[in-house]
């Protein structure tokens, strides 16, 4: 996929890039209309051009803008511009969970076990409320 940092889809302007999956690339966006960041996931341009994956990735979205829980990403729209296909969600400012453990294992240490215990009751409280 081409970089698309300073380029607009929609009314979103994407201003870097926060990630990169097997499915897509995510990045962060300036939404004019409501003065904030937002997080956008585009789907690979040559995935774009397969119904299932389109499908996928659309069920993706439709699933997950239906949950509103603390510990879970809130979508907050679904499109396609020009045959590119992405979802908005919320942008959260910080480093991922991947960033702190890779910080701490530079430091030779690891998370103390308070940590790991918040981390774990927080995606356990995620995946209850996802499942029900």
Known sequence: ??????????????????????????????????????AIKVMHEHLGQDPEFVRRFQREASTAGRLAHPNVVQILDFDQVAGIYFMVMQFINGPSLKDEFKALRQQERGFSLKAISRIFLALGSAIDYAHR
């Open 1 to 38: 996929m081409n970089n698309l940092i300073g380029k607009t889809l929609g009314k979103y302007r994407l201003v870097g890039k926060l990630g990169s999956g097997g499915m897509a690339e995510v990045y962060k966006a300036y939404q004019p209309g409501l003065d904030r960041f937002v």
